[in-house]
């Protein structure tokens, strides 16, 4: 039929009408009578203006029924309504305006200055007619007649001819006296008031309202109150981040020309006002989205697709920092995307088990412009300021908020599953309001330099967060700027843990009380993994070398280290050891098996802290619902022992056991817990729909053929 406003032609040739819209479900086509058009033009060409008049209310037209039901008798229906055309009813009074007081909703017009009305278009002519002079209406409410007289208003003086744009929207005053947004996903009414930070200031017109919003700083959180179309009689209150850096962050004051109804506009700032405690524009350059789909949870990966920002280090050699708690696994697929426009694959190319990895892109294919990351040379302290920048995990967009940090210690484990990541022996960083709702990212000084990286790690039930100062990292960061992996990330597999100087008292060494802390590292957990020769359970450190051991990062040198010698409190004596580091490599398998729906892997990081040994090198990760592993009831996270009472040390010699099976004939797998305790379970394999899988590591990289 054609858009709105397109002419609507009989078979003659000449226009009947306007197009109004349809409504698709019923076949119906709306069209508006071209009485008014009419009028509009034939002023237009004689070169007059339209005259529009209004008292601000909205009328309906209604049939005899209608009006019958609120009450009308029928005489009054035969006086003012012979031909039974219809009557208008008031729908909606607009506040302040010349209906308002006197005309309510429900109200039945009968005459206006002694003319009987029964149409719309009738009505709106006698408003033309009369601009800026007053009418007598004649209306009946509940059988009574009322009559008032009105001053019909000019309606082109009450249309907004001034917008504000300001961070992307539009405000106008409305005929309410309101501001009015006109672009905004409220779609709200702004009241007479606006909060903004702690300091209330009112906004009684739009020149009030432009004075406070450039004063006001981008990303400063504001307190509105506001009145939403649907409800205009209920006050809202929220609160709103300004937001000049992201959005449109053009302020200007755009102008309609009375006589030719053009626009022109006033350009009030294009820059945006900047708080003192807050730079972002700093990172922007450096800052990358990442995109991460894990197929698999192997090596203890939290399977699924995931977004967060990534930190740009070299751009000459694409080394991108991301958090290692969403790229645990080699299995993962990876992409690095700038400017919302231009995405590359990526590679995982190093990890480090405070909780970063790095990702590798092809800097060739990139033709855009990409900053170094600026790193911040100051700690951040307890009840330090620092702003929050990450990728918002609901809307996938930036998350910026200003908060404070509380406290600065190590992160205490909590292996309550034998299938999550964790940082440890490491002080890191918790802020005011707990757990922030973006998937990791930084945290930035009152300078935008990056102090601390946001981390994410998979804990029960949910997924924590930690920052880590960027300074333990420093050596790492360096090496990555100048475009040079650092080398294999090494570890002690114990976990360490802060306790007061009074709890150790009781083991009644001498060097306890000239130690020149108020506290001391002790060991929490020993690997099962770890030598008989190395630290034990209770041990409490004293000093690295020549140096005491006061923080956790008084022992980073064991990322490059083989050894450490370490001078220890064991059984209340002074204990000087050697004690060896092990490669984070050796923490995860180079191979995994997938049998009658049981994914089985090497012991992963951290399956060696929650079991008393390892019993083999098969463990059970996964069962797929379904699967002959998950009708026969094969125990999860437990320890494959034995396949039809062969010993089976590793996942080569089950691999060789299987081969053995014969179709619909059970076969028996022993299996231990992380305990100890042993258990047989008779399977009937299914090898026709959960055939065997083996996927081996090589390098980086994962390739899966069939067994």
């Not at 405000?171 to 007479?192: E, G, I, N, Y």
């Not at 405070?354 to 990702?359: A, P, Q, T």
């Not at 001498?510 to 506290?519: G, I, L, Q």
């Not at 995860?588 to 083999?616: M, N």
Request: proline share 6%; glycine share 6%.
């Amino acid at each position: 039929m054609g858009s709105s406003g397109s002419p609507v032609i009989n078979k003659d040739g000449f226009a009947v009408g306007l197009f109004a819209g349809s409504i698709h479900v019923a076949s119906t086509n709306l069209y508006l009578p071209l009485d008014r058009p009419c009028h509009a033009l034939r002023c237009l060409q004689s070169g007059k203006l339209v005259p529009r008049g209004t008292i601000q209310s909205s009328w309906t037209l209604r049939t005899p029924a209608d009006y019958r039901a609120l009450g009308l008798s029928d005489q009054v229906i035969q006086r003012y309504d012979p031909n039974g055309s219809g009557l208008l009813e008031a729908k909606m009074i607009l506040p302040e305006g010349p209906s308002d007081g006197n005309v309510s909703e429900g109200d039945i017009l009968l005459e206006v200055d002694n003319k009987k009305i029964s149409s719309l278009s009738r009505f709106e002519e006698i408003m033309d007619e009369n601009v800026g002079k007053p009418i007598k209406i004649r209306i009946q409410r509940f059988r009574k007649n009322h009559e008032f007289e009105l001053k019909v208003q000019d309606l082109s003086t009450l249309t907004p001819y001034r917008l504000f744009e300001y961070a992307g929207l539009h405000f106008m005053k409305s005929v309410m006296q309101w501001l009015f947004v006109t672009m905004s996903l409220l779609r709200a009414w702004f009241s007479p008031k606006l909060q903004v930070v702690s300091s209330s200031k009112p906004t009684p017109d739009l020149d009030a309202f432009m004075r406070i919003a450039q004063r006001t700083p981008d990303r400063t959180k504001c307190a509105v109150e506001h009145k939403s179309l649907e409800d205009p009689s209920n006050t809202l209150r929220t609160t709103i981040t300004i937001d000049r850096q992201w959005r449109r962050a053009r302020m200007a004051l755009l102008t309609r020309n009375k006589d030719n109804f053009s626009w022109s506009a006033q350009i009030l700032g294009t820059k945006p006002a900047t708080s003192s405690h807050y730079i972002i524009r700093k990172i922007a350059a450096s800052i990358v989205q990442v995109k991460v789909s894990t197929p698999d949870g192997v090596d203890g990966a939290l399977q699924g697709d995931w977004k967060f920002l990534g930190l740009v280090m070299s751009p000459s050699a694409g080394l991108v920092v991301v958090p290692r708690g969403f790229t645990v696994s080699d299995m993962s697929h990876f992409s690095v995307t700038f400017g919302d426009s231009t995405e590359l694959r990526a590679k995982k190319v190093y990890e480090h088990i405070l909780g970063f990895s790095v990702l590798q892109y092809d800097a060739s294919h990139l033709k855009c412009q990409v900053g170094t990351v600026p790193l911040s040379k100051r700690d951040l302290r307890s009840q330090s300021k620092t702003t929050v920048y990450g990728l918002d995990n609901d809307v996938s967009d930036i998350y910026i908020v200003q908060t404070t940090v509380t406290s600065i210690g190590p992160l205490a484990a909590r292996y309550e599953s034998e299938r999550m990541y964790q940082p440890i022996n490491v002080d890191v960083l918790r802020l005011e309001k707990g757990r922030h709702s973006c998937n990791g990212g930084v945290l930035l000084d009152d300078n935008g330099d990056v102090a601390a990286l946001w981390l994410p790690f998979l804990s029960v039930p949910e997924i924590s967060y930690v920052g880590i100062q960027t300074s333990l990292l420093m050596p790492e960061f360096a090496s990555l700027q100048q475009g040079v992996l650092p080398q294999e990330c090494r570890m002690l597999d114990v976990e360490l843990v802060k306790v007061p100087k009074e709890d150790v008292r009781a083991f009644g060494a001498d060097p306890v009380e000239n130690f020149p802390a108020m506290h001391f590292i002790q060991v929490a957990k020993v690997s099962c993994c770890h030598g008989e020769q190395g630290l034990a359970t209770g041990d409490i450190l004293l000093k690295l070398g020549d140096n005491p051991v006061i923080q956790m990062s008084d022992l980073r040198v064991m990322f490059t280290h083989k050894s450490l010698a370490l001078s220890v409190i064991r059984n209340t004596k002074k204990t000087d050891i050697n004690v060896p580091t092990v490669p984070l490599s050796s923490w995860r398998g180079d191979k995994v098996v997938w049998f009658c729906g049981a994914q089985l892997e090497s012991p992963y990081s951290p399956i060696p802290f929650c079991a008393r040994k390892l019993y083999s090198q098969i463990f059970v990760t996964t069962i797929f619902f379904g699967s002959p592993a998950d009708m026969y009831d094969l125990p999860l996270r437990q320890f494959i022992t034995r396949v039809n009472g062969e010993p089976t040390e590793d996942l080569d010699s089950f691999t060789q056991e299987i081969k053995k099976l014969e179709e619909n004939k059970f076969c028996q797998i022993t299996v231990a817990s992380l305990q100890g305790v042993t258990k047989t379970v008779s399977l009937l394999p299914n090898l026709r729909d959960f055939g065997t899988v083996v996927a081996r590591r090589e390098g980086n990289e994962w390739h899966i053929p069939k067994l």
